[in-house]
């Protein structure tokens, strides 16, 4: 029974400091991380409408709904949003460029976690230029990628959704 007693300290000593390093870890690495996702996301931004010079922010509630994408003029020249949806085994955010008529320009994976092979094949580029020049009325044509379907159908998905609530908006 002592020996019982003394493994369990020894085993709950162990995972306290593994717990408590872990902890400080995430506290001294928290703030690299959200500017590192800043960047990514600024990347993503001029990515999707390449033209387009400064992004206006358009918040609701505290919460972005989308960007405007001014020229150099200060003219809009389209809009960037995000679209989020549970795919097979994550969410998957994309980020998606349109011009001022609703057309996609272009779309942008900002995470996912599907599974490596199958899953992440929503990355490339064979699948997200599927989108490019699709508008609400031709958005059956972007067919989903066979072996991910559950990842591709919910890119799709949250893209469409997505697009509708943000051409609501704008019109």
């Known amino acids: 029974m002592k020996e019982t007693a003394r493994l ?10 593994a717990a ?4 400080l870890v995430n506290k001294l690495t928290a703030s690299q991380i959200e500017i590192q996702k800043e960047k990514e996301e600024k990347r993503a931004l001029e990515e999707v409408l390449k033209e387009a010079n400064n992004f206006q922010v358009v918040k609701e509630n505290n919460e972005v709904i989308y960007y405007k994408a001014l020229d150099d003029n200060k003219k809009i020249i389209g809009y ?3 679209a989020r949806q549970r795919g097979y ?3 998957i955010e994309t980020m998606v460029g349109i011009n001022v008529k609703g057309k996609i320009l272009a779309i942008r994976l900002l995470s996912q976690n599907e599974t490596p092979g199958l899953g992440s ?12 020049n699709k ?10 990628i066979t072996g ?9 998905d949250s893209v469409k959704q997505k697009l509708e609530e943000i051409l609501k908006k704008i019109n």
Do not use: M, Q
């Open 8 to 17: 369990g300290l020894i085993l709950f000593t162990i995972c306290f400091v």
């Open 89 to 91: 085994s994550s969410d």
């Open 135 to 144: 508008d609400l009325k031709s958005f059956n044509e972007v067919d989903t």
């Open 121 to 132: 094949r929503i990355t490339e580029s064979e699948f997200t230029d599927r989108f490019k």
């Open 148 to 156: 991910a379907t559950i990842s591709s159908k919910a890119v799709i």
């Open 80 to 82: 960037v949003f995000k």
């Open 20 to 23: 408590g390093l872990l902890s």
